[in-house]
């Protein structure tokens, strides 16, 4: 991390936005920028306040722009009354949009299916139906445990018209995670689909729900989750339950294209969607309905510059927010044609992003630096799934999202994918801001490789010391928001004490937005750079993942008794998690050590899900301890990256244990 930091602090290389980008974009020039900015800085409710009347659609309009009486717990436009999945879907139909695609869906094996505005409202609304005929209510919680498909957006714009508040799990994630975010929402009915095709493989994903449930249910008071509705996506296997368990297309096939939207309150949560903190507990970020359906449409437009005729494709999965709100809010509530994909880059071959930008012809293409680093990689070792071998002249704009990007990849990214020609976005945002925070605008922004650059117009994002004072540009400080912004985070779920304490902490006043990310502004341009978290949460991949809950998994297994979690930089994924684990028996060697690692890995992957394997294992006797027992993640993170112990380590207990702990399983 370190080096890369460095290598984006030395970097001069600009890129002033093109005359042709700059020409159509919705904000154009850095003085249509600055003049936002200082419409937002002059005042700041009329900013908001024009823009939610500007692009919602409300059924009653708000009088109040922002109530700050219970702050930090604020409220947005909260006596305004509206409808997501109305803004999204009816009044583009009304708009005469109705015949025009919406999503067009590529699946794992190649096929390509089309869904008009027409016909994503009829399937919304009888899917809406099928719900409301399962007993399922305004503000009643779902879970959504879906593959990529047309489906899993359905089934998100059906919750949010009928008021239901969904919390899509990742279809990576194991049933023991699905069962704690169902006693935790306190979800009444699941959704899923029977298998997920992904790389030219069925795999099934019923099973992890059936035992998600069988796990709740044993809880106190039982499983919540009375109904589980099954998308038949391949026919295979999948055992069902009877008076619990039913068939998707047997709901809808019942029910009326027509279904009233629920008008619901500005403040009405539509969404939780769990992240990883610095517990071992993932916590249900709780999104409201207006103020995130605001922003999720006011970034499309300005940030990914989308017009009328364009083809856009974010390549996330709807388990994270960046398919939240790039996929089944964002794009939609623009009207935009988009991309819809089942699969993985890399089958069945690692030109298939390229050849689904040539085919589809897109032109806006989000993705995350993993992704493109691995593609780096692998057009290396098969030339001919380089980028060079495809049409991708119909690329406008590209994006980047979860993680730093480095500035080698961010200038490969910006030569092989977009020709010299394509700004690319790098956007730096959170589960908890519900969409960007710190992005270029591609009409306005000159570009610098590994920067976010500036703060999307009202967004207030400052950089502060531990007592919360501003720092200089040139030191590096904590990362905040100094004013609440519309799309914010409204609580944790169940849990307001828990979002006071990680997001408005008393130390830094109480009334600044902490992200957790460590940050620093260029001293010249006042750019920032995103320098990675601050507390103990990892990101591999792109996806958040706290050290304490992959602490938790490994204890959790019966010869383990001690564990500790760090990640160490790496070039493809960004970070890798290395785990440092002293069994109750013997420490293990050569052979034995290297199976136990396995069993582990795998203990975890059961756990939490595959995407939390740690990468090394490390066997100690024990763990490096001060001697008032307190381990030293320090000296635990130098190990994992293979550095010199330079630390002091006078302090230490056990001194020797340091020489175990060098070497992976
Ligand atoms: O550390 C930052 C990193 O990802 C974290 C948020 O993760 P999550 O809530 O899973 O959301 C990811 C998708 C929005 C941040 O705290 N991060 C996200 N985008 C960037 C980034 N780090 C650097 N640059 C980015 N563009």
């Known amino acids: 991390m370190s080096n890369r930091i460095e290598s984006v ?61 219970e702050a930090p717990f604020y409220k947005w436009f909260a006596d305004g009354k509206l409808n997501v999945s109305y803004n999204c879907l009816d009044l583009n139909v009304q708009a005469g949009l109705g015949d025009k695609v919406a999503i067009i869906f590529e699946a794992d094996n190649g096929q390509v299916s089309r869904v008009t505005y027409k016909e994503l409202l009829a399937r919304t609304c009888r899917f809406a139906n099928a719900l409301k005929a399962q007993g399922i209510r305004k503000g009643d919680r779902v879970i959504i445990y879906l593959p990529m498909s047309v489906e899993g957006v359905v089934a998100m714009q059906a919750c949010a018209r009928i008021g239901a508040i969904h919390s899509v799990v990742f279809g990576g994630f ?8 169902i006693l935790d929402a306190g979800a009444v ?13 069925a795999i099934p994903l019923k099973p992890a729900v059936d035992e998600g449930i069988a796990l709740a249910a044993a809880a106190p008071g039982g499983c919540p989750a009375k109904s589980v509705i099954v998308y038949k996506r391949t026919g295979g296997a999948c055992a069902m339950e009877a008076g619990r368990d039913l068939w998707w297309h047997e709901l809808e096939a019942a029910q009326s294209d027509v279904c009233e939207p629920e008008w619901v309150e500005a403040e009405h949560p539509l ?71 089942e699969g993985v880059p890399t089958y069945p ?15 806006i293409f989000y993705t995350a630096p993993t992704a493109i680093r691995s593609l780096i990689k692998a057009g290396e070792v098969t030339p001919a799934t380089h980028p060079r071998n495809y049409d991708l002249s119909s690329l406008r704009i590209l994006g980047s999202v979860g993680e730093p990007i480095n500035p080698e990849a961010w200038m490969w990214y910006y030569q092989n994918v977009g020709g010299a020609r394509c700004p690319i976005v790098d956007t730096f945002w959170q589960t908890e801001t519900g969409g960007h925070m710190i992005t270029p605008l591609p009409g306005v922004t000159p570009l610098v490789p590994g920067s976010c650059t500036l703060p999307f117009p009202g967004i207030m994002a400052a950089i502060v010391d531990e007592a919360g004072h501003d720092v200089e540009w040139g030191k590096g400080g904590f990362l905040v928001v100094k004013k609440p912004w519309p799309s914010m985070i409204r609580t944790i779920w169940g849990d307001p004490e828990r979002f006071k304490k990680s997001y408005y902490p008393e130390d830094l006043g109480g009334r600044l937005y902490l992200a957790g990310d460590g940050a620093v502004r260029d001293a010249k341009t006042g750019y920032f750079t995103i320098m990675g978290r601050i507390d103990d949460v990892l990101n591999v991949s792109g996806h958040r993942l706290g050290t304490m809950e992959v602490e938790s998994a490994l204890v959790a297994n019966s010869i383990v008794a001690e564990a500790a979690v760090v990640g160490r930089p790496d070039d493809v994924t960004g970070e890798a998690i290395c785990a440092f684990v002293v069994l109750k028996q013997a420490r293990p060697y050569g052979d034995d050590a290297k199976r136990i690692a396995e069993e582990l890995r795998n203990w975890v992957a059961k756990e939490i899900g595959p995407i939390a394997k740690p990468r090394d294992i490390r066997f100690g006797e024990n763990l490096p301890k001060t001697r008032s027992g ?9 190990l994992a990256k293979g550095e010199d112990i330079t630390q002091d380590v006078s302090t230490l207990e056990n001194p020797a244990i340091l020489e175990q702990l060098k070497e992976a399983a």
């Not at 194991?174 to 975010?181: D, F, N, P, T, V």
């Not at 307190?630 to 130098?638: C, E, N, P, V, Y």
């Open 349 to 363: 071959d690692a030109g298939r992003f390229w050849k689904m930008i040539q085919d589809h012809k897109v032109n």
């Open 174 to 181: 194991s049933a023991k995670s699905l069962e704690e975010r």
């Open 630 to 638: 307190k381990i030293m993640r320090r000296l635990l993170r130098s």
């Open 271 to 341: 969404f939780l969607l769990y992240t990883s903190g610095s517990t071992g507990k993932p916590k249900g970020v709780q999104h409201s309905s207006a103020g995130y359906l605001l922003h999720a449409k006011l970034t499309t437009l300005w940030t990914f510059d989308v017009k009328p005729d364009d083809v856009f494709w974010c390549t996330a999965d709807i388990g994270w927010v960046t398919g939240h709100t790039y996929i089944t809010y964002g794009p939609l509530a623009c009207g935009a044609t988009e991309i819809v994909f």
């Open 189 to 201: 009915a699941v959704i899923t689909a029977d298998e997920q095709c992904r790389g030219g493989k």
């Open 9 to 69: 602090l030395q970097e001069n290389r600009v890129f002033p936005p093109s005359e042709a980008v700059r020409a159509k974009a919705a904000i154009s020039g850095m003085e249509a920028y600055q003049s936002l900015c200082q419409e937002a800085e002059g005042n700041y409710e009329a900013y908001w306040a024009r823009l939610a009347r500007e692009h919602l659609v409300w059924q009653q309009p708000f009088s109040q722009t922002l109530d700050e009486s």
